[in-house]
Nanobody
């Protein structure tokens, strides 16, 4: 079974950093695209960043460009999201997802990131 396990959320002050992890099982993390999404209270879920399975190319939402970095450790079958210079508007539940058969058809459980001012 394809499974994703997200972790690494927590409470951090403005300007701080966190690293989220998305551990994959049932497939190799470089086989498919892996994406990070977030949903803030009262808002719709939005895409944050993704990394291609084919060539490792990355993309970012404009709101996080220059602050967040997505990476992959094939040996650990894990995708990371390094989040720096965090802002209160980054507060959300963060999810990782895999694009296996159709658009983002496998999801991990969320991990809460809270940025306090």
């Amino acid at each position: 079974d394809v499974q994703l396990q997200a972790s690494g959320g927590g409470l951090v002050q403005v300007g701080g950093s966190l690293r989220l992890s998305c551990a994959a099982s049932g497939f190799t993390s470089d086989e498919y695209a892996i994406g990070w999404f977030r949903q803030a209270p009262g808002k719709e879920r939005e895409g944050v960043s993704c990394i291609s399975g084919r060539d490792g190319s990355t993309s970012y939402d404009d709101s996080v460009k220059g602050r967040f970095t997505i990476s992959r450790d094939n040996a650990k079958n894990t995708v990371y999201l390094q989040m720096n210079s965090l802002k209160p508007e980054d507060t959300a539940v963060y999810y990782c997802a895999a694009d296996v058969t159709t658009d983002w058809d496998y999801w991990g459980q969320g991990t809460l990131v809270t940025v306090s001012s």
